[in-house]
T-cell receptor, first 115, second 110 residues
Framework: DTAVSQTPKYLVTQMGNDKSIKCEQN?????MYWYKQDSKKFLKIMFSYNNKELIINETVPNRFSPKSPDKAHLNLHINSLELGDSAVYFC??????????????FGPGTRLLVL | AQRVTQPEKLLSVFKGAPVELKCNYSYSGSPELFWYVQYSRQRLQLLLRHISRESIKGFTADLNKGETSFHLKKPFAQEEDSAMYYCALSGGGSARQLTFGSGTQLTVLP
């Protein structure tokens, strides 16, 4: 009964390839996020979706395209992978609705290595 | 712009000693502050949040608006507290994204 799941857990690929990471939550949450954790363990927001609509798009290269087919899924597609894209990508979800102190629930992360 | 600073990347204490993980923030509005923890081989999870004023696993954190700080404290550290700790800020509104500090790796020595 995993709350937030991501696939794959590990992804090793060559520069220039296109890859996708999938995220699913079974918590009935309205809001989902993608975060990137770099080699120094620094976590930074990339995107946020609320009810399938994009509400945050930080300064992320347009090679990264999130897709939300329904509010339980938020997939991340990356075109023309570069060495600097190597990182751990975390998906998260929260109830939504703007309540103060809202908890975010994180997936296990996807470790991407671009060679 | 919102910013979170955790000045210590690594922190080691002995079991039973007090521990304090520092967090300072910069935000012009009324912030929501959190501490998230990542134990070895586990996912990131919420430890506590300032609006709850709760104590979780013996940890407490008080929001000090004058000093713009939200330090995490525990009077007697345990070995199982060893983990990566992230301070995070949410600016409110509909977005609710978290701005994280750079994290502090806490090691509690036997």
């Amino acid at each position: 009964d995993t709350a937030v799941s991501q696939t794959p857990k590990y992804l090793v690929t060559q520069m220039g390839n296109d890859k996708s990471i999938k995220c699913e939550q079974n918590l009935g949450h309205d809001t989902m996020y993608w975060y990137k954790q770099d080699s120094k363990k620094f976590l930074k927001i990339m995107f946020s979706y609320n009810n399938k609509e994009l509400i945050i798009n930080e300064t992320v290269p347009n090679r990264f395209s999130p897709k939300s087919p329904d509010k339980a899924h938020l997939n991340l597609h990356i075109n023309s992978l570069e060495l600097g894209d190597s990182a751990v990508y975390f998906c998260a979800s929260s109830r939504g609705g703007g309540a103060r102190g809202e908890t975010q629930y994180f997936g296990p992360g996807t470790r991407l290595l671009v060679l | 712009a919102q910013r979170v600073t955790q000045p210590e990347k690594l922190l080691s204490v002995f079991k039973g000693a007090p521990v304090e993980l520092k967090c300072n923030y910069s935000y012009s509005g009324s912030p929501e502050l959190f501490w998230y923890v990542q134990y070895s081989r586990q996912r990131l999870q919420l430890l506590l949040r300032h609006i709850s004023r709760e104590s979780i696993k013996g940890f407490t954190a008080d929001l000090n608006k004058g000093e713009t700080s939200f330090h995490l404290k525990k009077p007697f550290a345990q070995e199982e507290d060893s983990a990566m700790y992230y301070c995070a800020l949410s600016g409110g509104g509909s977005a609710r994204q978290l701005t994280f500090g750079s994290g502090t790796q806490l090691t509690v020595l036997p």
